[in-house]
């Protein structure tokens, strides 16, 4: 079995890398047969495609998706100084 350090490298580094997801910000943490995501996107579907992307960087082991949808908005109004 390969190290987890390694797996969650590998992960990272497919996240970097694939055009689908050009993906920094997400950490990875690798426990027995469990990957684990953590970090912030903008929307529901790239949270899923970071999913896609670690589980084929990684077959054979679960993904937990623990990343957060942040909420982003157009600016209201001007502020006045």
């Known amino acids: 079995m ?3 350090q ?3 490298a590998r992960v990272q580094s497919a996240l970097a890398e ?3 997801t050009h993906e920094l910000g ?3 943490v690798v426990r027995g047969d469990q990957i684990f995501l953590h970090g912030q996107v903008s929307c ?3 949270r899923s495609l970071i ?3 670690a589980g084929e960087a990684a077959p054979g082991l679960t ?3 623990e990343i957060a949808v942040m909420d982003v908005r157009e600016p209201g ?3 006045r100084l």
């Open 2 to 4: 390969e190290a987890p």
């Open 6 to 8: 390694y797996v969650a």
């Open 18 to 20: 694939d055009e689908r």
């Open 26 to 28: 997400i950490r990875v």
């Open 44 to 46: 529901d579907e790239r």
């Open 51 to 53: 999913a896609d992307v």
């Open 63 to 65: 993904v937990r998706n």
């Open 77 to 79: 109004e001007r502020e």
